[in-house]
């Protein structure tokens, strides 16, 4: 299934959050596209007008929280059609979800967990990204997780799970470098090795958010917290990233501790900045 056409341009962009929603609306400042958590539109009212109003002016990206891709029971039906109603009317550019799980027998968990990288896994999330993809019409992007533990009976890597997943489903690939950098340094491997076993022609959106260093019973473990501005090591994983794979439609998150709006768009042209250095036709090899 294609990708459709969309007008997420390979500029930087903002995450659109309800604190920033008014000066948005009066300011209208210069920034080359937003992304919202779909969750918070679903139910309509003047969060729904204002993201309608906003899409005259800027390409919109939805991004969502609770699909629960990797349940092993069907995706809800009532979640996917609430889903399919709001990308119908924002008729945004790219619409993505997570690789993880948080429902069971019903129960909505407010967390987004980790999966077990098995075949019996690779299965059920592949299943419901073809159900979800089917429901919209389009192919949607998939979003690799920060994790803090690792499964016993994983057998196969993280990286080698999501791009089979991709490679069956037909979908894209969302690339968090936070993620990467974040799940890379508490499990102790490298993320350079994780990035290169990434498909560059796969890969439609970068995300960059801050994260925070924690002691807990004696382990450091960094957390995914999105509360800060990006780390400088976080800003050198972007820069050999997009120096391999050239300029990608790359998303600032700030989700916790949310500060003024020009805190994200003085965030967002640091990203720019290094996309306009970006080649535009890669080294192939490379890419691939």
């Known amino acids: 299934m294609q990708q459709k056409a969309g007008a997420i341009p390979a500029h930087a962009g903002i995450g659109l959050r309800f604190p920033h929603h008014r000066a948005m609306a009066e300011t209208r400042p210069p920034v080359s596209w937003l992304e919202v958590h779909s969750e918070n539109f679903m139910r309509g009212g003047p969060p729904l007008d204002l993201l309608t109003d906003l899409r005259r002016d800027y390409p919109i990206s939805l991004h969502g929280v609770g699909l ?32 993880s799980w948080s429902i069971a027998d019903g129960a909505y968990l407010n967390d987004l967990l980790p999966l077990p990288y098995t075949e019996e896994a690779l299965g059920a999330l592949v299943v419901n990204i073809d159900r979800a993809q089917n429901a919209l019409g389009r192919a949607i992007l998939i979003e690799n997780p920060s994790t803090y533990l690792q499964f016993a009976h994983s057998d196969m890597s993280e990286a080698d799970f999501i791009v089979e997943a991709a490679r069956r489903s037909g979908c894209s690939l969302l690339l968090d470098l936070n993620n990467v950098y974040v799940s890379a340094r508490n499990h102790g491997i490298d993320e350079a090795v994780y990035i290169a076993a990434m498909p560059g022609d796969r890969i439609g959106e970068i995300h960059l958010a801050g994260h925070s260093l924690r002691t807990i019973r004696g382990i450091e473990l960094r957390i995914d917290d999105h509360a800060s501005t990006v780390s400088d090591e976080v800003w050198s994983l972007y820069r050999t990233t997009i120096a391999r794979l050239g300029p990608i ?14 805190t994200l768009i003085s965030e967002s042209r640091k990203a720019q900045a290094i996309l306009n250095q970006a080649p535009e036709k890669p080294d192939e090899a490379n890419a691939a």
């Open 249 to 262: 439609p790359t998303l600032i998150e700030w989700d916790a501790e949310i500060p003024p709006l020009e």
């Open 68 to 99: 629960s891709l990797g349940s092993a029971e069907p995706i809800d039906d009532t979640h996917l059609a609430r889903l399919k109603t709001l990308v119908d009317r924002i008729e945004p550019g790219l619409v993505s979800e997570h690789v």
